[in-house]
């Protein structure tokens, strides 16, 4: 069974997609995600221009030699253009190989460890009142667990507050990046929200109590010692992690909160390789895996990198926005229910629009996900629906402190 066509379709319903398909030469097609918010047409154009002409031919059964040849036999090897476009041929790949046997992923990965997988929401809120509301909001419909974001007094607009308008003019449920050229500009400062972020917890545990599991994201906008002060400050709310608390290009700034506070810590969405990750793991510096299939090269290096995790006492927390398409969190979904040392799954849920594109089997009954029982991903592109949704250039925002200076998104 060889790979006879290689095609690239990039839409955009409520925001921009890449997916690559391929077609064996029996008809038998595959789908992969290469979705890169903010550089969608880098990764086509890659895609295209580089990729495809190698797989034609190819025999569509060899996974694991795929992925080598395409990683390994490049001289530029890395980062996330190169990652995501091998990641939506390892994809597509599995797809194909699951349809060809009749089955889901999941069984080809060792069968199901669990029933279903637990998935957090995203509340947020503006003012008390709104983010109890939003909380309120998520647990009715059926989340058991529920990242909690916050406005801050003192900055305009903040990361993952729906309720705000961002300096996009968007709000954050489908596409923060904004349409147009340059990237708009958002504000940032530290110190406020190092004062404001604890007393936030402490009202949400005082009204929704000790068990329901809150996560809360600071997005790599900390320096290493003001995220410990952040992790040691919220202990007493015992958060079921703190995510990107410092730039996750500087492992050893983790160390330094380590030593500082107990609160379980994630990170790792922009990592796109196992060396990005084996530091943090080996000395056990996070608690939580929260690599992508999307950027991280596919379903084959990510059920390695967890397995190593595993070695290590580290669990899944995969991450689950809405720019990584349908086809992209199915991936995901199949791993996290074959695999033992699952956590928790993000989950923030497409658009209408983008379910009309993307024809799914997955459900989600009682806070839990499942990818379902369609063989392969269980995810169709509806190609007509696509091509009602042309691409449109959008940059995610970038983030100055008050006096000008650029500071990290």
């Not at 066509?5 to 030469?25: G, H, I, Q, Y």
């Not at 038998?28 to 890169?36: K, R, S």
């Not at 033992?340 to 629009?353: D, K, L, P, R, V």
């Not at 379902?372 to 696509?386: H, I, Q, R, W």
Request: glycine share 10%.
């Amino acid at each position: 069974m060889n790979i006879a066509s290689a095609e690239v379709c990039v839409t955009s319903p409520s925001r921009n997609f890449v997916t690559l398909k391929l077609t064996t030469d029996d008809g038998i097609t595959g789908l992969g995600d290469a979705t890169l918010n903010g550089r969608e047409q880098a990764v086509a154009a890659y895609l295209r221009e580089h990729v495809a002409s190698l797989l034609v031919g190819q025999d569509a059964h060899r996974i694991e030699d795929t992925w080598q040849y395409l990683y390994r036999g490049a001289y530029w090897r890395g980062g996330p253009v190169t990652m995501a476009a091998i990641a939506a041929v390892d994809m597509a790949l599995w797809d194909i190989k699951g349809k060809a046997a009749g089955l889901p992923l999941y069984q080809l990965l060792g069968g199901a460890s669990r029933s279903g997988l637990l998935a957090y929401g995203h509340a947020s809120g503006g003012s008390p009142q709104s983010l109890s509301e939003s909380i309120h909001a998520h647990i009715e419909r059926g989340y058991r667990a529920v990242r909690v974001q916050t406005a801050v007094p003192g900055i305009r607009a903040l990361y993952g507050v729906a309720e705000q308008r961002q300096a996009t003019g968007e709000r954050y449920d489908y596409e923060p990046a904004g349409r147009g050229v340059p990237p708009p500009e958002e504000d940032w400062d530290s110190a406020a929200y190092l004062r404001h972020v604890p007393s936030v917890f402490e009202r949400v545990r005082e009204e929704f109590g000790a068990e329901l599991p809150l996560l809360h994201d600071v997005h790599h906008r900390l320096t290493p010692i003001e995220a410990a002060k952040l992790a040691q400050r919220l202990e007493p709310y015992d958060l079921f992690w703190l995510e990107d608390c410092t730039p996750a290009e500087n492992p050893q700034g983790l160390r330094i909160v380590r030593q500082h506070s107990t609160t379980p810590l994630a990170i790792g969405e922009v990592f796109n390789t196992v060396w990005d990750f084996q530091q943090l793991i080996t000395e056990q510096l996070i608690d939580y895996i929260r690599a992508s299939a999307t950027h991280f090269g596919g379903v084959t290096p990510l059920r390695k990198l967890i397995d190593f995790a595993a070695l290590h006492q580290i669990r899944s927390g995969f991450h689950g926005p809405t720019d990584v398409s349908p086809v992209g969190f199915a991936a995901q979904l199949h791993v996290g229910l074959a695999i033992h040392n699952f956590g928790i799954q993000e989950y923030m849920e497409h658009s209408e629009a983008t379910n009309s594109v993307f024809r799914q089997s997955m459900t989600f009954r009682d806070g839990m996900l499942h990818p379902g029982e369609t063989p392969g991903l269980g995810v169709e592109l509806d190609e007509k629906a696509a091509a009602a949704f042309p691409y449109q250039p959008a940059y995610l925002p970038v983030s100055r402190l008050k006096d000008g200076t650029m500071h990290d998104w």
